[in-house]
Nanobody, 124 residues
């Protein structure tokens, strides 16, 4: 289901930066939280970051803290994931998703709306 459009994926060198954008419909954006996940072949989908639509609360996976920043622009129905100091380990397909259950922000099973993802490749 193409419920969320993401922009900004691509190839970057280690130490570089990249910004992903998730443009959602008003209906989707009005959910409790917007989360970012990533997945590599053979691994479980991993929580990266989230932001609450109403209050702007955020959290990050430990490996991303201090490097990634999630933000939102309500007027544009857009959520951004700014990724700095990228590492080869960050290479993955990145997804943004929406959930009504803020309590379970790190569990992908509670997210209702998903896009197709965008590939981020960080070269060593």
């Amino acid at each position: 289901r193409s419920s969320c459009r993401r922009l900004g994926g691509g190839l970057v060198q280690a130490g570089g930066s990249l910004r992903l954008s998730c443009v959602a419909s008003e209906r989707i954006f009005d959910t409790s939280i917007i989360g970012w996940f990533r997945q590599t072949p053979g691994k479980e989908r991993e929580f990266v970051a989230y932001i609450s639509v109403g209050g702007g609360l955020t959290d990050y996976v430990s490996s991303a803290k201090g490097r990634f920043t999630v933000s939102k622009d309500n007027a544009k129905n857009t959520v951004y994931l700014q990724m700095n100091s990228l590492k080869p380990e960050d290479t993955a397909d990145y997804y943004c998703a929406a959930s009504l259950y803020g309590t379970y922000y790190s569990d992908y099973n509670y997210y209702t709306f998903w896009g197709q993802g965008t590939l981020v490749t960080v070269s060593s």
